[in-house]
């Protein structure tokens, strides 16, 4: 019964082709294979327990899938069951939820800390002035120049490779008066603004000044033909330079980080993110520059930047209140001296209520004293 969603055009929202690409092959390999036979009212939450079941059990990696793996395809097996209730095929749709949903650990993403960010641009600058092979000086003019821009602006990968040398205009800042980009971006979240680091205009004039070498195909071998300006139509990077980038960074040693993550071109923007956090950039002025939200940053980047803890805050102490100590009795008050011959007034003894001239045994000792 799962065969007709195949044939189902998705609706409500323009998915990608790689998307719909993906549920195809989610369904072919592991959904129809387990639910081809049921119906879809058979379907219920105790049957998608067994299918993660038995995916955990049938793994051909010996590991088990991936928290994001059986998601994506119960994900896929949703999408199936609500093009089934639009066909009133189905009356409802039931809980596909985990029953024993553990919170997942909060790890951040593969980035490049300042030390290895200078390191990877450093190799990838040598790799331009002198490539291992000559022919393809062009590719490694543009991965240097990709890791510097990528690194300036925070771009995700995909909105790079759609970007058009139409869609960047530089500009003056008028707050710090240095050069910037300002940048239309197409991409995940649709059509949104960037405004790159000054960093990125040096890279982005060698980009939109390199002569582009227009490679025919000859007997055996390429040749390359006169070469061109980009047109304003023409992508910022034409080139796929995935296969040259993961070389260097093999070769550096920059492959995984300390957590054995591997880095791919999507580190590049978690190295802008975290830089820009580390520089005490605003979290909010972040988020919109790189079409995110907040709660992303704060779950994926700023939990670990040490330079977001303020050290006075957390180390702050309740000033000391002093004790309530018991309070001394003040001394009696000594008798005026004597002056000559003068004798002292009579007094009446709180005892016995007869009028004295002889003082209280303290008070006499006190006069004795001065």
């Known amino acids: 019964m799962l065969e007709p969603f195949c044939l189902c055009r998705l609706s409500g929202r323009k998915w990608g082709q790689f998307r719909v690409e993906g549920h195809s092959i989610r369904l072919r390999l592991h959904l129809i294979p387990f639910f081809g036979k049921m119906g879809l009212s058979e379907i219920t939450a105790g049957t998608v327990q067994d299918y993660r079941v038995h995916r955990i ?44 949903k553990t919170q997942g650990k909060i790890m951040h993403r593969p980035w490049f800390s300042p030390a290895e960010y200078k390191q990877l641009y450093e190799a990838t600058r040598q790799n331009a002035k002198g490539p291992k092979n000559p022919y393809f000086r062009w590719e490694a ?28 205009t530089i500009v003056e800042d008028p707050e710090s008066r240095q050069r910037i980009l300002e940048i239309e971006v197409r991409g995940k979240r649709g059509i949104g603004w960037c405004k790159s680091m000054p960093g990125a205009v040096k890279p982005y004039e060698r980009l939109r000044d390199r002569l582009k070498p227009m490679r025919e195909k000859g007997e055996g071998k390429d ?95 309740k000033p000391k209140q002093r004790t309530n100590r018991a309070r001394k009795m003040p001394r009696a008050a000594a008798p005026p001296p004597f002056h000559g011959n003068e004798a002292p007034q009579p007094r009446k003894d709180t005892r016995t209520g007869v009028q004295t001239n002889r003082l209280p045994v303290r008070s006499a000792r006190l006069a004795g004293r001065s």
Request: aromatic share 8%; hydrophobic share 35%.
């Open 141 to 168: 003019e543009q991965l240097h120049d990709f890791v510097l821009f990528m690194g300036n602006t925070g771009l995700r990968p995909d909105e790079a490779k759609q970007l058009q040398h139409r869609d960047v």
């Open 223 to 317: 040749v390359e033909a006169v070469a061109k300006l980009p047109e304003p139509a023409d992508l910022l990077f034409p080139g796929n330079y995935l296969k040259m980038f993961n070389n260097l960074l093999e070769a550096q040693h920059l492959k995984l980080d300390r957590d054995g993550k591997p880095r791919t071109a999507y580190s590049l923007r978690h190295t802008y993110i975290c830089l820009r956090l580390m520089e005490g950039a605003d979290v909010y002025a972040i988020a919109k520059n790189c079409r995110t939200s907040v709660e992303m940053i704060e779950k994926f980047y700023a939990a670990h930047i040490k330079t977001t803890l303020d050290a006075s805050v957390i180390n702050a102490r």
């Open 57 to 100: 059990g049938t793994s051909t990696t010996g590991k088990p899938p991936a928290r994001s793996t059986l998601y994506d395809e119960v994900g896929t097996l949703r999408q199936v069951l609500k093009t089934a209730i639009r066909h009133k095929w189905l009356n409802h749709l039931p809980d596909l939820s985990p029953p024993y």
